[in-house]
């Protein structure tokens, strides 16, 4: 037995919610290469040799190979892998993860499928970076010289210890009303449904200036990108009402690495609900709206509140109708050292089956990519691309351009 699973874990596992991330690793590195470093990185986190078994993480039985595909660059793109990867089926009592690999001469694109309830936006960093540690050091001809170092764990003491030193009861949260959402082209009939990927991505420049006007005014990226949001998705609201609730993705555990540079404040653990009371108000406003909102909550212990009764409140009548949720990291650094090879970019998408898009954003070396999925089946892409237009477009305004 490896440990017993969380709550929230089992949650996530028990509605099959997977992560898809993504580097690039320039250089030459062949499969039976690659293999070893794969067989490196299990052996320093056992975790990714578990299935779930009874609501605990068990050591696999089998030597199957996690590495599903190795694909000549010609043969597919990484457009039609994550499309492929997004509506996969990851059967947790068989797996916790899987790679996938798009390999040119000097290059690979390495992907892997991973259950969400064992990698967030940081687990994923460290999985991607410590791997790309072992695919160098095999091509140098060198053994790896890293210890065990155990996987993140559940967070439920810590957040117990810090509800008690708080010491009081959160305040209920409670919406009542019509908030703005983005329209469903139909009633959905129940059926499978599809994941659809929208990719933005912005400069080094526009996010430079992004990050300078966000701290002029007293806020955050994270808060800045949620408000540029919530005005894109009250663009196509058909007229509803002028408010809307915007959910935040809060991580309260102590990061797995200092290398991780979170100017984007958080990383997803658990979701936090900002009602927005007025889209009229300028983006600036809102977003240092948001922004008090959540270190409200972590300063009243709403927060805290919010992960104790994340298994319960999760896909239930009483979740609110949240527009678009933004787990994030702004500025991703792979700090493994490598010398024959380099890594030139990161991303991560989720996928999931509520009605409303997830949006995961990731800064490597300057560039900003937020990644959009969303069910087909409850919104268009017409829609979707709208909402990323008008996102791009008030950023840029923010930005001075």
Request: aromatic fraction near 8%.
């Amino acid at each position: 037995m490896y440990r017993e699973a969380s709550p929230t874990e089992l949650i996530y596992i028990a509605t099959r919610m997977i992560v898809v991330s993504r580097s690039t690793i320039s250089g030459t590195i062949g499969r039976a290469q690659f293999e070893a470093a794969v067989a490196h990185l299990e052996a320093r986190y056992g975790i990714l040799r578990s299935v779930v078994e009874g609501g605990h993480f068990v050591e696999r039985s089998d030597d199957r190979s996690v590495i599903e595909a190795w694909l000549p660059a010609g043969s597919c793109s990484a457009e039609t892998l994550y499309a492929r990867l997004l509506n996969a089926d990851l059967d947790t009592s068989k797996t916790l993860y899987a790679i996938h690999v798009i390999a040119a001469d000097d290059a690979l694109d390495v992907f892997m499928l991973t259950s969400h309830a064992i990698t967030d936006a940081t687990s994923l960093i460290e999985l991607h970076s410590c791997l790309a540690h072992m695919c160098d050091c095999v091509v140098r001809g060198a053994a790896p010289a890293l210890g065990v170092q155990p996987f993140p764990t559940p967070v439920d003491d810590a957040v117990s210890r810090s509800l008690a030193a708080l010491g009081t009861d959160a305040p209920a949260s409670s919406y009542s009303g019509v908030f703005a959402e983005i329209p469903m082209p139909a009633p959905h009939d129940g059926g499978p449904v599809t994941h659809r990927l929208e990719r933005v991505v912005i400069g080094a420049d526009a996010v430079h200036r992004i990050k300078a006007a966000s701290h002029a005014s007293g806020s955050s990226v994270h808060a800045l990108l949620l408000a540029a949001f919530a005005l894109a998705i009250g663009d196509v609201a058909e007229g509803r009402p002028r408010r809307i609730l915007m959910r935040s993705s809060v991580d309260m555990r102590r990061r797995l690495e200092p290398h991780v540079s979170p100017e984007l404040v958080f990383t997803a653990i658990t979701g936090h609900i900002t009602p927005v009371p007025d889209l009229g108000r300028p983006m600036i406003e809102i977003a240092r709206f948001i922004f008090d909102d959540i270190h409200q909550g972590l300063a009243n212990g709403s927060i805290f509140h919010d992960y104790v009764n994340y298994p319960r409140a999760f896909g239930s009548p009483q979740q609110a109708p949240v527009a678009i949720n933004v787990s994030d990291i702004q500025t991703v650094q792979f700090h493994w050292p490598v010398e024959r090879l380099a890594v030139t970019g990161f991303e991560y998408a989720l996928g999931w089956i509520k009605r409303f898009p997830n949006v995961s954003v990731s800064v490597y070396d300057g560039t900003l990519i937020a990644n959009i999925v969303y069910v087909e089946e409850f919104a268009t892409p017409a829609t979707i691309r709208a909402i990323s237009d008008g996102f791009v477009r008030r950023l840029d305004s923010a930005g001075g351009q």
